[in-house]
């Protein structure tokens, strides 16, 4: 069923209306603590928004935050929606939708991946460079705009420079999930190019850059992806992990967030 985007565009735009975000962000999975470093303007919980999916997920909240990063207003998309949660293509490209409706030109995409590429480490944050659509589901979406440019990618390296944070780069491989994947799907994708494994973030990417946003998108390896390392892969660990390297992350967005706005 199509979902009546206008209706909460129009009430977002009406919610948004003093904030004017410049840059829309979606915090990925432990990685939420950005926003504590926001002057918060505003909060809108996802369930008071009419028309607009509900997060299933736990430890994600579900709210968009709009605040100040600097001199900055941006909003910040906390808990997204998944294939795996049972939601459709249009309910997990809502957040972008939204970011679209309020006219806003640059997004920061976050989450948590597993990592494939051996010359990186578990903790190590990369700019998606490229994608591989595992789940199918992207046909809705056109092809090719999934490759970062040159420009958002100079853009992200000088603030990694800035910030003192190492920024690697890879291919992202989207799965629908819910599960982990098998050793064996893991050295298939490694064969076709993949650097990173996850379960959002592709689709999201593909549409903002359909819609003429420019899209940062960035993993934060949590893991060895599963059958890399001896140690079987657990949620724990990506938890962990998560919570370890949010400060780094957290401190090189707020970075991104002035380069971006200058
Ligand atoms: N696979 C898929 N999604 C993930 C992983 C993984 O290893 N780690 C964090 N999200």
Request: with cysteine; charged share 25%; hydrophobic share 35%.
């Amino acid at each position: 069923m199509k979902k009546n985007i206008n209706l909460y565009g129009d009430f977002l735009k009406d919610a948004f209306r003093d904030c004017r975000p410049r840059i829309g962000i979606v915090l990925g999975s432990g990685l939420n603590n950005l926003v504590d470093s926001m002057e918060i303007r505003e909060k809108l919980s996802y369930a008071d928004i009419p028309g607009f999916p509900r997060s299933t997920v736990a430890g994600h909240e579900g709210a968009f935050v709009c605040g100040n990063i600097g001199n900055v207003p941006v909003l910040a998309a906390k808990g997204r929606f998944h294939y795996y949660e049972g939601y459709e293509l249009d309910d997990i490209l809502a957040i972008m939708r939204s970011f679209h409706a309020l006219n806003i030109p640059d997004v920061i995409i976050t989450n948590a991946a597993g990592l494939m590429d051996p010359s990186h480490q578990p903790g190590d944050i990369l700019l998606i460079r490229d994608c591989i659509d595992m789940t199918h589901l992207s046909r809705a979406l056109k092809a090719g705009t999934q490759k970062t440019s040159r420009k958002e990618r100079q853009i992200a390296m000088d603030a990694a420079k800035e910030s003192g944070i190492r920024l690697g780069e890879g291919v992202y491989v989207w799965t629908t999930g819910p599960s982990y994947e098998t050793p064996a799907e893991i050295r298939y994708f490694r064969t076709l190019g993949g650097d990173l494994v996850g379960m959002s973030t592709m689709p999201e990417i593909m549409w903002a850059r359909e819609n003429g946003m420019r899209v940062y998108p960035f993993s934060c390896a949590t893991n060895w992806a599963s059958g890399i390392s001896e140690q079987p892969l657990t949620h724990e660990e990506v938890s962990e992990t998560a919570q370890r390297v949010k400060h780094d992350l957290t401190r090189y967005i707020l970075m991104l967030c002035q380069r971006i706005g200058d």
